[in-house]
């Protein structure tokens, strides 16, 4: 079973940028998707964007042009590169496969904090 280990996350100003990185204890070259979903507090968890395996990727409306996901199968990582950040982009940032029955158990994820 593969786990998954989020970094990268922190504080920083609007405007600003962080990479976050998704790291799989195995393999993901047989995983079709994988995303990067947020969860801010008193809300619900939310899909940000994913990539398929063949490099196809997918956004939010919310991040779209600010955010741009990668994968590095043969690191077995995920990246997730934001820029232009905002206050609403604070967040818990998680990472999983999809679609969610395939998903595997979440991880402890990085808090992004955007300050205004």
């Known amino acids: 079973q593969v786990q998954l280990a989020e970094s990268g996350g922190g504080l920083v100003q609007a405007g600003g940028s962080l990479r976050l990185s998704c790291a799989a204890s195995?393999?993901?070259?047989?995983?079709?998707?994988m995303g990067w979903y947020r969860q801010a507090p008193g809300k619900q968890r939310e899909l940000v964007a994913f990539?398929?395996?063949?490099?196809?990727?997918h956004y939010a409306d919310s991040v779209k042009g600010r955010f741009t996901i990668s994968r590095d199968n043969a690191k077995n990582t995920v990246y997730l590169q934001m820029n232009s950040l905002k206050p609403e982009d604070t967040a818990v940032y998680y990472c999983?496969?999809?679609?969610?029955?395939?998903?595997?158990?979440w991880g402890q994820g990085t808090q992004v904090t955007v300050s205004s």
């Open positions: 999983n496969a999809l679609p969610p029955p395939l998903a595997f158990d």
């Open positions: 990539i398929r395996d063949g490099g196809s990727v």
């Open positions: 195995g393999s993901i070259l047989s995983i079709n998707a």
